[in-house]
């Protein structure tokens, strides 16, 4: 009945994409601010600043060594053990942290996202950008340390994978934002996910060589380990950087191909919630 | 002039009643074996309502459009649609151009960040461009009148510098279509007129489209040209701005004696909802036209969502046309536990009121030891009553809206007494 074209046209059926990038490259400088204030917010008013991003893989890393490493005697020969615990405790800490402040997206952001309308999907991507600033933070004190035992020579191997490093960062950045998304979307519904994820977050990082090194896994055990997508990439971090383990090349193929299977189904289940969740939520 | 920029295609929203909120993952099995069980979808059907049903209209460019009806007559809903806040259950809604919608003032402010890192943040949650926010920026920070204060903390602001960043923001977004729910009720006389030109502006000079909501008939006069009543989910009339006005005086002043807020939509994006007011009852009257000096004795039922130590509530009265005339706060504090159920009789008294029709705002607030009161409920058009007065014909526009106490005569003198 009318001639006119609209640019929008909204209602009850969801988007027929499942990513619009050319709306979220619209909004790009909505994901900087984002980034910057989470991260400007989180420090200010604090005493220690952006050094808080250093003390829990700092606390962590200690504690592994000590309770794990020296007691347990779960960390391999040949290389310091504090450092070999800090590259997956450096790792994880990311992870993990984005992990759990993407799955809480939507009811954090409830009051800005109940009244304006903009992109849904800039929210996790921000927040996931956002943690890499405490990450890159943390990997300069890695750094730091690494470049200390590199000097007094303690065995450290370094090889040709550690060009690698950006991939194996950004590897595990999308792997946080898919299943977190994937959580967000499924906390629209069912609130109490958000409680269980917290020790959902710990079980998965004793099912992955933070606290450990593989070769504590039964040989016939190592596959089914490997397949949990963030494994292969630690595992890889820490042959690049200290020459221990193996590089697992084909299990890491493996975990990129879930990892996008992942992304689909988080962007899918996204996007059937994202023009409606404000009614539920 | 005649392009048209929004068209609403008979557009429906649903809401489920009572509690909003997500369920648990316990709840939904438990629904569902109960639905396996019965093998039937029927005592779901009773929890929902219409928020909206079947609204068609079309807006032109530049055409500035009054929304206004009753509570729950689905005004905020109608906005949320066109803000992309929520989706419609059925129907489509079509426009063309960027939408800055305020639904609440400051809308993405953080407390932590200053004036101006909220005013680059505020300008790109809206859509602008970091380039298109550097080019208004002076423009903003002059309507705003907040100068040096422009890198504090938006934190250490007063409610009504914080109001007067935020509308500028929204005031110099490059959009075509503005969204208001009645951010003009906020902020001193001298800028509630300044923002006011500056929307007539927006819309007659720039050609913005421009949709504002408002209880407040005097706005609405001044910046629309033509005005929708909505009333239950539909379109009561579309059309002349006083046409609109005076049939929805005419269907204010219907006078109920029973309200029920189940239904009613809260607005909370700054206050926690802890009570929740399901009805009020007016007793022992059947009408609810009050002589002067009258009382109106009214009850209300209400639950606990949360624990509240100390909680009382409050009538705030405004005139029909949207001015606030004064309130009333209970005498009685009362504290309640999570998930109790309670009534109150309540007496008010229409004592000082000049003649006319009344609505108000009831709200329920907590308060601690240090006096700081917030609000946990708040029900808009809560309660309508008309105020009677023989003796004197009264001119709003001259006398006011209170009769204040008589001046009283001591001593009277004449010389040449008339007799």
């Not at chain 1, 980034?35 to 005493?47: C, D, E, L």
């Not at chain 2, 005649?2 to 909120?21: C, M």
């Not at chain 2, 648990?24 to 629904?31: M, Q, S, V």
Request: aromatic share 10%; net charge neutral; charged share 20%.
């Amino acid at each position: 009945m009318s001639e006119e074209r609209f640019e929008h046209v909204i209602d009850s059926r969801r988007n027929g994409k499942l990513l619009d990038l050319a709306e979220l490259i619209r909004y790009r400088d909505l994901i900087k601010l984002f980034v910057r204030r989470t991260f400007v917010t989180q420090y200010r008013q604090t005493i220690l600043g952006p050094a808080w991003a250093i003390i829990q893989p700092l606390f962590t890393t200690v504690i592994f060594t000590l309770v794990f490493g020296n007691l347990a005697g779960l960390s391999p020969e040949g290389v310091p053990t504090f450092i070999f615990y800090l590259a997956g405790s450096v790792l994880w800490t990311y992870f993990s942290g984005a992990l759990t402040a993407t799955a809480n997206t939507f009811v954090n952001n409830a009051h800005i996202m109940g009244k304006v309308y903009f992109p849904r999907l800039v929210m996790p991507i921000s927040t996931v950008l956002g943690q890499l600033i405490s990450f890159a933070i943390q990997f300069v004190m890695f750094l730091g340390f690494y470049v200390y035992y590199l000097i007094i020579g303690s065995g450290l191997a370094p090889n040709l994978w550690l060009l690698m490093t950006p991939l194996l960062i950004l590897h595990l950045a999308l792997l946080a934002l898919a299943v977190g998304i994937i959580i967000c979307a499924l906390t629209t519904k069912y609130r109490d996910l958000l409680v269980a994820i917290r020790f959902g977050v710990t079980i998965w990082m004793y099912a992955t060589p933070i606290a450990y090194s593989m070769d504590i896994v039964p040989e016939g055990l190592t596959w089914l380990f490997m397949l949990n997508p963030v494994t292969p990439i630690v595992v890889m971090f820490r042959y690049a950087f200290l020459g221990v383990g193996e590089a697992c090349t084909m299990y890491l193929g493996i975990s990129a191909l879930s990892t996008a299977l992942l992304m689909l189904a988080g962007l899918y289940l996204f996007g059937r919630v994202e023009k409606t969740f404000m009614d539920t939520i | 002039m005649s392009e048209t920029v929004i068209r609403f295609d008979n557009v429906s929203k649903e809401y489920r009643r009572g509690q909003i909120g997500g369920g648990t993952l316990r709840e939904d099995l438990a629904d569902w074996m109960e639905k396996r069980s019965r093998g039937d979808d029927a005592h779901k059907s009773g929890d929902r309502f219409l928020a909206l049903e079947g609204v068609s209209f079309t807006v032109k460019r530049g055409e500035a459009l009054g929304i206004i009806g009753q509570n729950g007559a689905g005004k905020s809903t109608l906005l949320k649609l066109l803000s992309r806040v929520s989706a419609p259950t059925s129907g489509t809604i079509s426009f063309n151009g960027r939408v800055a919608s305020m639904l609440e003032v400051g809308t993405g402010f953080h407390r932590e960040l200053t004036g101006r890192e909220n005013i680059y943040m505020n300008g790109a949650i809206l859509g602008m461009s970091k380039r298109e926010i550097d080019a208004k920026f002076q423009q903003i920070l002059e309507f705003s009148e907040i100068g040096e204060f422009i890198d504090t903390p938006v934190k250490r602001y007063s409610s009504g510098m914080y109001v007067k960043l935020a509308f500028s923001v929204m005031a110099h977004l490059d959009c075509e279509i503005m969204i208001m729910d009645e951010v003009l009720a906020v902020g001193d006389m001298a800028f509630q007129k300044k923002c006011i030109e500056r929307m007539a502006g927006a819309s007659k000079d720039d050609g913005r489209t421009l949709l504002y909501v408002s209880h407040n008939m005097n706005t609405i006069r001044q910046l629309c040209d033509r005005c929708i009543v909505l009333d239950k989910g539909h379109i009561l009339y579309d059309g002349d701005v006083e046409k609109a006005i005076s049939i929805y005086m005419q269907n204010m002043s219907e006078s109920r004696l029973s309200y029920d807020y189940r239904n009613y939509v809260r607005n909370c994006g700054s206050w926690e909802h802890k009570i929740a007011i399901d009805s009020l009852e007016v007793l022992e009257r059947d009408n609810v036209v009050l002589k002067a000096g009258e009382t109106l004795k009214f009850r209300i039922s209400a639950r606990a969502l949360r624990d509240v130590p100390a909680m009382k509530l409050r009538l705030q009265v405004a005139s029909i046309d949207g001015v606030v005339v004064g309130t009333a706060f209970s005498d009685r504090d009362v504290s309640v536990r999570e998930g109790v159920s309670f009534t109150a009789e309540l007496k008010f008294s229409a004592c000082g009121l000049s003649c006319g029709s009344y609505t108000c705002v009831l709200a329920a607030f907590e308060y601690n030891s240090v006096g700081e009161t917030r609000r946990i409920d708040y029900i808009e058009d809560a309660l309508r009553f008309e105020v009677e007065d023989k003796e004197l014909s009264w001119d709003r526009n001259v006398f006011g809206y209170v009769k204040l106490t008589p001046l009283v005569v001591d001593s009277l003198e004449v010389e040449g007494r008339l007799s």
